[in-house]
């Protein structure tokens, strides 16, 4: 992040220190994972850090028993340098679709998913994860803004559970994404008015991956976003 800041000096491009975290949510359908961003988190904080250390450590573990499954069933990957090699970054099942692609299990990351990766897929290991509300938690109180991530793309539709989690401090929804139709976009920007809630948005890119078309840049979002962001910041820890 000192990188990224660093350079946005020099090139006059805003950076907002941020972060996607996953977590469990029980509704009215049964027991989801529903992931919740944090903007202009403080990204020094030894009270995130500590957390954020336990999940890598939980990926770690994860990828080990994922690796294990798909030995089990016939798949054996000669190269498993992202295991060990991944530094900083929590390793998902992303970097085993990618795996398989280079070594021609699957042809594409759709398929890596479908086959193998998915839920009650032969490779599926269900990750660690916190409450929901834990997680909005953990967000304030890193000096974030918490915001609900693509909420159609995890099919979410209860407005209970968006009241309860109001409650817990949740500020935001992401409207724009890359998988919204403008229909989706309109829907949850009028569930965000009615509950008085920031609105966000952005493409959900992880990054390039050889001949796949990049989508950073093709979700368009008002800069207004970026100002009642830097609002609802100033506001909540104006002390």
């Not at 972060?19 to 403080?42: A, C, F, N, P, T």
């Not at 086959?115 to 109180?141: G, N, R």
């Not at 500020?171 to 724009?176: H, K």
Request: glycine share 6%.
């Amino acid at each position: 992040m000192d990188e990224a800041l660093n350079c946005s000096l020099q090139s006059g491009i805003e950076i907002i220190p941020g972060i996607e975290l996953s977590s469990e949510v029980e509704s009215e359908s049964g027991k989801s994972e529903i992931h919740i961003l944090g903007y202009y988190i403080d990204y020094k904080s030894e009270y995130l850090k500590k957390f954020l250390d336990i999940f890598k450590r939980a990926r770690y573990d994860r990828a080990v028993k994922i690796f294990e499954r798909l030995k089990k069933n016939g798949i054996e990957l000669k190269n498993t340098d992202f295991i060990n090699n991944i530094g900083n970054k929590a390793i998902g099942r992303l970097h085993f679709a990618k795996a398989l692609i280079e070594e021609k299990f699957v042809g594409s990351v759709q398929e890596a998913f479908q086959k193998y990766l998915s839920k009650d897929k032969p490779a599926y290991v269900p990750k660690y994860s916190i409450s929901v509300k834990e997680t909005i938690k953990l967000v304030l109180d890193s000096g974030g803004i918490p915001v609900m991530a693509h909420p159609y793309y995890v099919h979410y539709t209860d407005i209970n559970l968006f009241k309860s989690l109001i409650d817990c401090g949740l500020m935001g929804i992401e409207a724009w994404h890359i998988k919204h139709s403008e229909s989706v976009v309109n829907r949850f920007t009028d569930i965000a008015k009615k509950f008085n809630l920031l609105v966000t948005g952005g493409s959900d890119c992880h990054g390039p991956y050889k001949k796949e078309i990049p989508i950073m840049g093709k979700v368009k979002v008002p800069y207004s976003v970026l100002i009642s962001l830097k609002k609802a910041k100033k506001f909540l820890y104006k002390d």
